[in-house]
Every structure is written in structure tokens, then in C-alpha cells.
């Protein structure tokens, strides 16, 4: 019943190299400037994850700013009172 070839094994070949997190904070940091600000906060913890193994430090950075920018300029949205 266990299946090495299914989508659980893809995710898990996909999170071993950080494709996973790098497209995953990709997507959440475009979402989070079009859509829905607090995917901002998923970007920022892809980006983390891809900064924190060192195998994409610029990717990584680049992706949780992004991320934290749409957040921030969300909360800041928010007090102004608009």
C-alpha cells in the first residue's frame, strides 16, 4: 500500500531541494500583493526556510521581503482607517 511514487513521495522530493519552498513562496508573495495580504506571512516563512538552508540565501531574502512588504503595507492600510 505504501506507494514510492505517488504525491506524497513528489512533495517530499520537491521539499528536499527547496523547490517546494521556492514556489510555494512565490506564489504566497504574488498572492499576498494582488489578493490576500496574509499569505505574506506563508512567503515569509518559505523564504526563511530557503535563507535558513543556505541553498538560496538571495532567493530566499527576496521572497520573504516581498512577503513581509504586502503585510506591512497591509497593517498599515489597516490603521490609517481607509
Same mark, same amino acid.
Given at each position: 500500500?505504501d ?8 512533495v517530499?522530493? !520537491?521539499?528536499?531541494? %527547496?523547490?517546494l ?13 494582488? /489578493?490576500?495580504?496574509l499569505? %505574506? /506571512?506563508?512567503?515569509?516563512?518559505? %523564504?526563511?526556510? /530557503?535563507y ?19 503585510v506591512?503595507? !497591509?497593517?498599515?492600510? /489597516?490603521?490609517?482607517?481607509?
Amino acid at each position: 500500500m505504501d506507494d514510492p511514487t505517488g504525491v506524497s513521495a513528489t512533495v517530499r522530493a !520537491w521539499n528536499e531541494d %527547496g523547490t517546494l519552498y521556492f514556489w510555494g513562496g512565490i506564489a504566497s508573495a504574488i498572492i499576498s500583493w494582488v /489578493l490576500i495580504p496574509l499569505f %505574506g /506571512l506563508a512567503a515569509v516563512y518559505a %523564504g526563511y526556510r /530557503l535563507y535558513d538552508d543556505e541553498t538560496s540565501t538571495t532567493g530566499g531574502a527576496v521572497i520573504a521581503v516581498t512577503g513581509a512588504i504586502g503585510v506591512v503595507s !497591509w497593517l498599515a492600510f /489597516l490603521a490609517a482607517g481607509a
